[in-house]
């Protein structure tokens, strides 16, 4: 029994972090019908930001995990120049695959330009004790204070985001530019910094999510982006892409699949778990978990 | 109050509208009718902004629109009833309605004209918490309709706003619009519909290939024969 709620709780946590990248991918893709791949690299972004900042951060006095609010910041702006740099002028010229390439190529771009900065370099780098070691035990399980932290973070964090887009008026206006751009022109919306500020609300979450990852597994190098990226993608997809509850739960079913895998079959297979799921999901519903096509009368 | 001066638009190398003046006074409904691509919906896209134009003019009240961008021209007190209705489906009536009023700040006012349009609208108040993507084709109509209204504008632009509805339901929302007109609400409005579109307007437009073939009072030129062969069906 306790080896089931451990399992549980592992799976919560994997879950909780990639739902925060999963919320980045499906926020993006609702606003501009892209598959952001650079989104992945976001992490990374926002894994080395928290890497190079830690000290200092320890030298101001304040806690590590603070180095995070640095990552949020490079994260954010990445975010909006990727968009404003590359998205939107293919945007405007060219067809959704000249766009879908572009964020291959941002992706790529990312990874290389990570390698090429002498302090980064192609080797992974370890990262300081992010939050306090140790932890509590209930009965016969433990709970490890990273892992408690990680899910109650993540959840404020989601429960935050979703009160954003349903109750205030940007968060509004978000929706509305996912829906019908040009309708939302005509409420006197300002459709161009919408998207920037999902960008950066999605790498925002990204950084948050960096910091998550790295307190469970501190060693990070250019390519982790790609690594984790793909589940949260899965998880977006999973869940139903473009739709933010979807995200959240795509990544707690992909988090539990893998712990549960991991736990109970072999560590081995729990990526081929989690990509059997996703057909299967797809299969009996293709437009996700949560996905449904809600058509408007004419 | 509105004011087109020989407005030129391109899509791409067609010259989609070839130098079309027209212009809407102060409480008056101006019908814009012509054949399906004719550039009616051109012209409207080219008034909000949502498409560029070449060159010509477009005043409100002296305010230029041309060299405001598109969604600063809600603020100028012109709002665009777009064809197909274009509703936030996944947002509730009310949601929708309160979008309309975007751009306002102050929650009394938002409230004020929420009541304003329900009070023309009765139906979308019994739906306010329904989604708009559930409402029928003539509801939503309606809806795309009031939330134009949200921000109590000096013009509303409307574009076949009959467009697929049932002889029935097209009765319905000509009789809501002659009601707005009534209530001194301004209103361009464009149809394919001409027969209805002259039965309620004070003056009337024909576009024809991007031009302007004739103009003049709504009731005279339902009674023209070139209008009557073209549009009426007579």
């Keep these: ?298 | 109050m509105l004011e087109i001066k020989d407005l030129n638009v391109f899509y791409g190398a067609i010259h989609a509208i070839k130098g079309i003046s027209l212009s809407v006074d102060e409480g008056e409904l101006v019908s814009l009718i012509g054949a399906n691509g004719a550039g009616k919906t051109t012209t409207l896209h080219a008034i909000s902004g949502l498409i560029p134009s070449a060159s010509g003019s477009i005043t409100l009240d002296g305010a230029d629109l041309r060299k405001t961008p598109a969604n600063k021209i809600i603020s100028m007190g012109l709002s665009h009833v777009p064809e197909g209705r274009h509703v936030f489906a996944r947002m509730t009536v009310e949601e929708n309605l309160r979008m309309g009023a975007y751009i306002i700040r102050d929650q009394k006012t938002i409230t004020k004209n929420l009541d304003m349009v329900y009070s023309h609208f009765p139906r979308l108040k019994e739906r306010r918490r329904q989604l708009a993507g559930t409402l029928s084709g003539g509801e939503q109509q309606m809806l795309a309709t009031g939330r134009a209204l949200m921000t109590d504008p000096k013009i509303i632009l409307m574009d076949e706003p009959s467009m697929g509805l049932s002889p029935l339901l097209v009765k319905e929302i000509f009789a809501i619009i002659e009601e707005l007109h009534k209530s001194g609400i301004t209103i361009l409005l464009v149809e394919q519909n001409a027969k209805m579109a002259l039965a309620v307007a004070d003056r009337a437009y024909v576009l024809e290939t991007g031009k302007i073939s004739m103009s003049g009072k709504a009731a005279q030129l339902a009674q023209d024969d070139r209008v009557r062969k073209a549009y009426l069906g007579a």
């Excluded at chain 1, 994997?14 to 926020?27: C, E, N, P, Q, R």
């Excluded at chain 1, 690299?41 to 951060?57: A, E, R, S």
């Excluded at chain 1, 990204?206 to 990070?220: D, H, K, N, S, T």
């Design chain 1, 1 to 298: 029994m306790s080896t089931f709620i451990q399992t549980v709780i592992v799976g919560l946590r994997l879950g909780s972090v990639y739902a925060l990248i999963a919320l980045g991918y499906t926020m993006v893709y609702g606003i501009i019908r892209l598959i952001n791949f650079a989104h992945g690299d976001f992490i990374m972004v926002g894994g080395y930001t928290i890497i190079f900042t830690v000290p200092l951060v320890l030298a101001l006095g304040l806690p590590a995990w603070a180095a995070v609010l640095a990552a949020i910041a490079v994260c954010a702006l990445v975010g909006m120049g990727t968009e404003i740099i590359a998205y939107r002028p293919v945007r405007k010229k060219g067809t959704n695959m000249s766009a879908l390439i572009t964020a291959i190529a941002m992706s790529l771009f990312l990874e290389n330009l990570a390698q090429a900065i002498p302090a980064i370099g192609p080797n992974p780098k370890v990262a300081n004790q992010i939050f306090a070691a140790g932890g509590f035990k209930i009965g016969s399980v433990t709970f490890e204070y990273t892992t408690v932290i990680t899910i109650v973070i993540s959840a404020v964090i989601m429960i935050v985001l979703y009160m954003f887009t349903q109750k205030t008026r940007l968060g509004r206006a978000m929706r509305c530019v996912s829906e019908d751009k040009s309708a939302a022109t005509l409420m006197g919306i300002n459709v161009n910094h919408t998207i920037i500020l999902t960008f950066a609300i999605g790498s925002a979450l990204a950084a948050v999510a960096a910091l998550m990852y790295m307190a469970q597994y501190p060693r990070i190098y250019t390519t982790l982006g790609s690594d984790l990226g793909i589940k949260a993608f899965v998880s977006a997809v999973l869940g139903g892409i473009g739709i933010i509850p979807g995200a959240v739960l795509g990544g707690f079913v992909v988090g539990l699949f893998e712990s549960f895998t991991t736990s109970y079959i072999s560590s081995s297979l729990a990526d081929a778990v989690v990509f059997l799921i996703l057909i299967v999901v797809l299969l009996l519903k293709p437009a996700g978990i949560m996905g449904k096509n809600v058509g408007e009368k004419v």
